[in-house]
């Protein structure tokens, strides 16, 4: 496994409606160190008969650990459903069982500056001593890097980090730039990915996020860049996440996605920052 950074393949990636074990399998076969899972993921390898027990089994059997917990949703409402609030303590059981130190979490609804902050700082609370990460994406309350990282300094946790993902940071029309020492300290993780030249129209942005995404370095968006800038930056993530949520990859089943994805990360990662490659890749 990669020294700091494992080569995670996050967990939409592989879709929804996969066996927990297929999804370990594809993985590994690839070359992947690490698989992410959503609480919805987990929930769904419950209900295939698994225990925690048999879960962690099936990643000793195949070498290969859970590196990536998501994903929080709604925590800046001051009404929050108990779906919610139960889907945000299975991230918790999820990070204590896999031994995962960061959760993913985004914010579709737009709330002020202040506002925001102090449900984050409540939401750090409630998960210490995990990290809360948030994930700026563009059609959301928290649309770019300046408005999450204003937000998680204005919040004061010490647990509140951000995450990006190449696909938000472009179709967020920012620039790759280095990152301030400041601005690179709240950055735990990174996410990467592709794009088309064009986006999808702005009013169904989110829909190009969830169904059309290209695999690192196979658009027109410079994942090299995107990896260059985090590394330049002084950043470490704690974790390199494949989230390439696209039908069309998918379509092709899970070894040949979960295949296709890897070989394409790891040219990125040849050109932008080899050291983060496994040995012998």
Known sequence: MSKQSPITI????????????????????AGFEGIGLRAETYVDALAEGLHDEDILNILKKYDIKV???????????????YEQKYKEQMCFHMCKLFGVNHINVGLMENYSVEHTARKLKELCHRS????????????SGIP????AYAVVKESGAENAAIIL???HWVRADQEYRTLTKE???????I????????PYA??????????????????????????KMIKESGITPKVIGVEVISDNILAKGLEEASKYNFEHTAKVLKEAWKEQLPENK
């Open 191 to 198: 996410q990467i990915n592709d794009a088309y030249e064009r």
């Open 128 to 139: 210490y001593p995990y990290v809360i990460g948030v994930e700026p994406m563009p059609y």
């Open 165 to 167: 993902d190449s696909w």
């Open 144 to 147: 770019n890097f300046d408005k």
């Open 10 to 29: 996050s967990s939409w990636t592989l879709g929804d409606v996969c066996k927990f074990e297929d999804r370990v399998k594809a993985a590994k076969d």
């Open 183 to 189: 601005e690179a300290e709240k950055v735990i993780s």
């Open 67 to 81: 590196t990536e917990v998501e994903y929080i949703v709604q925590w800046a409402e001051n009404h929050r459903s």
């Open 202 to 227: 702005k009013s169904i942005l989110r829909d190009e996020s969830m169904h059309d995404r290209l695999a690192p370095g196979t658009g027109a968006k410079d994942t090299v860049g995107f990896v």
